[in-house]
Nanobody
């Protein structure tokens, strides 16, 4: 049974940077495909970016150089770094993973989905508020 726990969110000023984490327990991210989603009330979860198991990273906004995804060497924690934050970045951020702990691969992470849908393992989310 895998559990994902996000942390590192908070209230920050525009222009600052923030790194949020997604820690796995009960499994590692070795061989997993990972996605970061964002959610605001009244909307679905919107895909931010993905990291495939071969390390390839893609962002929905491919021109957005303010985002990066990385992992620690133990493959136990995934990070989403957001630079030069803007108020529009305010959202609750979720990590999701497939090919982990029995969750099968998906051909593509959906660009929009109900948060915490059971096609993947999800965390509980961490709130980022930019003012």
């Amino acid at each position: 049974h895998v559990q994902l726990v996000e942390s590192g969110g908070g209230a920050v000023q525009a222009g600052e940077s923030l790194t949020i984490s997604c820690a796995a327990s009960g499994a590692t991210f070795e061989g997993a495909d990972i996605a970061w989603y964002r959610h605001n009330p009244g909307t679905e979860c919107d895909l931010v970016g993905t990291q495939s198991r071969d390390g390839r990273t893609e962002f929905v906004d491919s021109g957005n150089a303010r985002l990066s995804i990385s992992q620690n060497s133990a493959k136990s924690t995934v990070f989403l770094r957001l630079d030069n934050l803007e108020p529009e970045d305010t959202a609750k951020y979720y990590c999701a993973a497939t090919r982990i702990a029995g969750f099968p691969a998906v051909s593509r992470f959906p660009r929009e989905t109900v948060c915490q849908t059971n096609f993947a393992a999800w965390g509980q989310g961490t709130q980022v508020t930019v003012s």
